[in-house]
């Protein structure tokens, strides 16, 4: 068994999808770094890296909700990445369970999980 | 209900992931021009843009591998894209259902469908 070199590009980031585990449901995609990557596999908890802030970050770090790795995968290509998860509380910012809560049309399929105001207050 | 505008940023384009309608199983991450989410819209079946070949392209076009679009969600941010899809065949060049066939520690955890060679000759 021979470990995938991640092909983390020109900008140095790849994608992450992160689903649940257990349900299968698709909870975010963001971007991580090759320090993200191996924070995430050193620590066991979901880290990417923030295109806007210009940092690491640990998922859940301000709001709790974190997510537990349970396995990292990766494509053909070796440029994308698939976080298996167990998610506590909501992954999206808005208090749904997934940050795919909206269809284009409009319509909200979500499942509101927790209340944003109270826990980024 | 207000359809959402998606935001393409700078390149003009935003990752898709495709996951099975059914199952649930995350199949694979590619790219979408506004070209190419009019065209899914439009046909009902998966298209992307290719970064390398710099082209609108059918999922399955060669093939015959295609995508029939159930639903199309956005994220919380409106810059990524969810493809619920049913998948004809395999979604992965290499023969595998899904893209995400291997863990980064390399163990094969995916299931192969059809056979490359025969498809792709």
Redesign the interface.
Known sequence: ????A?DFGEDGLV?A?A?DAE????L??AYVSPEA?EQT?ETGLAHYYSRSRDELWQKGGTSGHVQHVD???????AD???YLVDQEGGA???G?RS?????????N?GEQVFDPEAVYE
Chains 1, 2 share one sequence.
Request: with cysteine; hydrophobic share 40%.
């Open positions: 068994m021979t470990e995938i991640v994608p999808v689903q349900t299968g449901e698709v975010m995609l990557l596999r396995e990292v995968r990766v494509d053909c290509d994308t990445l698939l999206c910012h808005t749904h940050c795919f809560y909206r269809t284009v049309e409009g319509e399929v």
